[in-house]
């Protein structure tokens, strides 16, 4: 029986583990574990998908979160029931800045809370900030992967269309709070588009646990809004490994 309420997991299953790596996507969590030693499947709920694998003799729980703060927050939450106190995400991601390209990586150091569910845990002026050792560990990853990351502020929205200022929808359009506001982001320097870290980041911040994150450009929004499947691919294997090594790093401690 499960000792928490969504994830379908108990303390006996995650042997110990301290550390997580928290994809958004679940058919990214095999992807993970297959890079770490003895990897095994755990359970497999709705939109949450996990393994544990083992890296240097530590264990690493992988679990996907789902898009978005609400299901990010239960996963999070839970994950912390069963003992864990360190999340890692990779993401995929859409750059705002010109300078950034398509295939690069951003590590965040805080986001912007244009989500809801972190207002659940601390008000609007917590600021949604990533631990400084799970930073530093994605940055000595990316450059050991030979990547020179972005390193700075990430958008993190409710929603993919509006809350990200994209007019090709149904609609066509976006409400007032929404108009012009990449270009507001783009001009206090904000990097990027995702749609968890705002949570995710606000939740560790405010309870003491620790988190960071990594996210693999796949598209520039001052350029596309479509991506390129084979470019999508090899950039989430960059960040994947990159998540990977920053996660060996911080189990080992
Ligand atoms: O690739 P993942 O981790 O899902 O991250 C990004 O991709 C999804 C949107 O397509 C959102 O979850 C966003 O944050
Ligand atoms: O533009 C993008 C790409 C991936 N994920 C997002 O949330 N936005």
Redesign the pocket.
């Known amino acids: 029986m499960s000792d928490v309420f969504h994830l379908g997991l108990t303390k006996g299953l995650l042997a110990g583990a301290k550390v997580a790596i928290v994809p958004g996507d679940p058919e990214r969590v095999a992807r993970i574990a297959a890079l770490m030693d003895n990897p095994q499947p755990l359970a497999s709920t709705r939109e949450f998908t996990s393994y544990l694998g083992h890296l240097d003799g530590n264990p690493v729980v992988i679990c996907s979160t789902g898009i978005g703060g609400p299901s990010t927050s239960i996963a999070v939450e839970e994950l912390a029931q069963l003992g864990v106190d360190t999340f890692l995400r990779v993401g ?3 750059a705002i800045q010109k300078h950034v390209n398509v295939g690069d990586v951003i590590v965040t150091t805080g986001s912007v809370r244009l989500d809801g569910a972190s207002q659940h845990f601390a008000p609007m002026e917590f600021p949604a900030v990533a631990d400084f050792e799970c930073t530093l560990a994605m940055v000595e990853a990316a450059k050991a992967e030979g990547c020179e990351p972005h390193i700075g502020v990430t958008a993190s929205s409710d929603t ?1 269309y509006p809350g ?1 200022e994209r007019y090709d929808t149904v609609s066509g359009r976006v409400i007032r709070r929404f108009k012009d506001s990449m270009a507001e982001w783009q001009a206090l320097g904000v990097l990027n ?3 968890e870290s705002a949570t995710l980041l606000t939740m560790c911040a405010s309870q003491g646990w620790k988190a960071g994150m990594v996210a693999g450009v ?2 520039n ?1 001052t350029q596309q809004e479509i991506p390129d499947e084979a470019v999508m691919k090899k950039t989430e294997s960059t960040a994947v490994k990159i998540v990977v090594e920053a996660a060996r790093k911080m189990a080992k401690r």
Request: proline share 0%; net charge neutral; hydrophobic share 35%.
């Open positions: 995929t991601t859409g993919f990200q588009y995702e749609m796949i598209v929004r």
